[in-house]
């Protein structure tokens, strides 16, 4: 999951005037380890040899995932009430924050963008194609869980996501001969850019045709 994409498509909701559930925020955790987990067990053909406590130790508590889980203490042991004293710092700047991750994002992928370039129209392809369909999965499961038409929204934008801080860590640990470029220039020049401007719309034209 990605959590970049995921604070666009809040914005975007924002923007649009669509609500959506509050508790949206734990699925970007908690979809978080299990897709890793599966993404692992693909690439290593469910074979023995991967170091499962070296690898565990780094799914759960890589950096990503534990300031995400731990944020998400916070919050729930602190309250609503005693967070409004750093709103200016966490949701008054939050724009200004997003565009300079963004710029810094777009950066990073310039970097690998020659990796898709020698390898060919099939990773990008399926950087672009697959996010389609995961998209689509992501709006039916909202549809048929009830969510609102925000949370769908939501719901299919992480699933169409790729991540690239937490993935990439647990995957070098387990699949160390793995090309580490391939995937941030999949992720962060193809998916991310593709969803952010193409994406987010696409999966809320899906979501209002299932709910009629």
């Known amino acids: 999951m990605s959590g970049g994409t995921c604070d666009v498509a809040v914005a975007y909701l924002a923007a649009a005037g669509i609500p959506y559930e509050p508790k949206m925020a734990l699925f970007l955790v908690l979809l978080e380890v299990p897709g ?61 924050i997003l565009a300079l991750f963004l710029l810094e994002m777009g950066l990073i992928a310039a970097e690998h963008l020659s990796e898709i370039r020698r390898r060919g129209i099939f990773l990008a392809a399926f950087a672009l194609v697959v996010p389609v369909a995961f998209g689509a999965v992501g709006a039916a ?61 696409l999966y809320e034209r899906i979501v209002r045709w299932l709910y009629g």
């Open 36 to 96: 890793i987990v599966v993404g692992i067990l693909l690439a290593r053909g469910f074979s023995a040899g991967a170091d499962w406590a070296r690898l565990a130790h780094e799914v759960f508590f890589g950096r990503s995932v534990l300031l995400l889980l731990g944020g998400l203490a916070i919050g729930w042991a602190a309250g609503k009430e005693a967070l409004q004293p750093m709103a200016p710092l966490f949701i008054d700047l939050f724009k200004g």
């Open 141 to 201: 499961t909202g549809w048929l869980l009830g969510l609102s038409p925000g949370g769908s929204i939501l719901l299919a934008t992480l699933a169409a996501s790729a991540s690239y801080i937490a993935a990439p860590a647990a995957m070098r640990t387990a699949v160390p001969q793995a090309n580490p470029g391939l995937s941030l220039a999949a992720a962060l020049g193809l998916t991310f850019p593709f969803n952010i401007l193409v994406g987010i719309g």
